[in-house]
């Protein structure tokens, strides 16, 4: 989506909203869409009312966002994101993150499915993301570069912010809730890896892998604001695994993992609203 589509996109929403500015955008991963509706008197804009907008295609993804006024101020929270594995073009993968940000997000915070890679995650576990690994050759900002944007060439340092890291172990300290850190590389997908990648994966200093977040994180640092991501370990990685990989197995340890990851990111949001004032 080019410039104008996404004001476009971000006018819907502030009409059908009523509000004129979102402070904090989310994410919500496969299986992690339930969380939209602990929201508080959230109001639902389905993807379909959205000019331009990518629908998912794929069953269990959900497809609306929902804006709720929470402490400190407000959360559009997106229950569905579309993936490149489903042929989407990237500027569509990452229309949602930019209308968030056109929307007034100061801060995104990114949620996903993921493999652990790194023998000392287990499923269930969360983790932080510190830093990314993108195998995949493609990035959202190819093409001709639109400056009212962003600029040409981005610097990725400190991507996933130390600081909302810190933020975020902390609020994980006070709910006893375990948090990990690690490095997620994206692999395009639909297949899962074939455990030789997984082996590479590793050697580059992969602690996890997904099919998705890193264009999304790529664009919001493109547009200025803050990233946050966060990975749900469903399950290990393919070869560490003694198991075949499924999808089902994904949806179930995150459906285990709901209570937690409920719990992290009510107590979370209205910190992040903080921190992004400042
Ligand atoms: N690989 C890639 N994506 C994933 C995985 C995996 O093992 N688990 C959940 N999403």
Request: with cysteine; proline share 5%; net charge negative.
């Amino acid at each position: 989506m080019n410039y104008e589509e996404l004001q476009a996109a971000a006018g819907v929403i502030i009409e059908r909203t009523g509000r004129e500015s979102h402070d904090v955008a989310l994410v919500l991963g496969s299986g992690l869409s339930d969380f939209a509706g602990t929201l508080p008197g959230a109001i639902e804009v389905p993807y379909t009312d959205l000019p331009g907008f990518p629908v998912p295609r794929v069953v269990g993804h959900g497809g609306s966002l929902f804006s709720a006024e929470l402490e400190g101020g407000s959360a559009l929270v997106f229950a569905g994101r579309v993936h490149y594995y489903e042929g989407w073009p990237l500027d569509k993968v990452v229309a949602g993150v930019r209308t968030a940000v056109m929307a007034g997000a100061r801060i995104v915070v990114l949620t996903n499915a993921a493999g652990g890679v790194n023998p000392a995650f287990a499923p269930g576990d969360l983790v932080l993301i510190t830093d990314h690994l993108n195998l995949t050759g493609a990035n959202p900002l190819m093409g001709t570069n639109d400056d009212r944007l962003g600029t040409r060439f981005p610097d990725l340092t400190d991507l996933y912010s130390a600081d909302l890291r810190a933020l975020a172990g902390a609020v994980g300290d006070e709910l006893k809730v375990d948090l990990k850190e690690g490095v997620y590389a994206w692999l395009s997908g639909p297949s899962y890896e074939s455990p030789a990648e997984i082996q590479m994966v590793s050697r580059m200093g992969g602690d996890l892998v997904g099919m998705s977040t890193v264009p999304e994180a790529i664009a919001v640092r493109h547009m200025g604001a803050k990233v946050m991501g966060i990975s749900l370990c469903t399950n290990l990685a393919a070869g560490i695994s003694s198991t075949p990989l499924s999808h089902d197995e994904v949806k179930e340890v995150a459906g285990l993992a709901h209570d937690k990851f409920t719990r992290l990111l009510t107590e979370l949001l209205p910190r992040l609203m903080a921190a992004g004032a400042t």
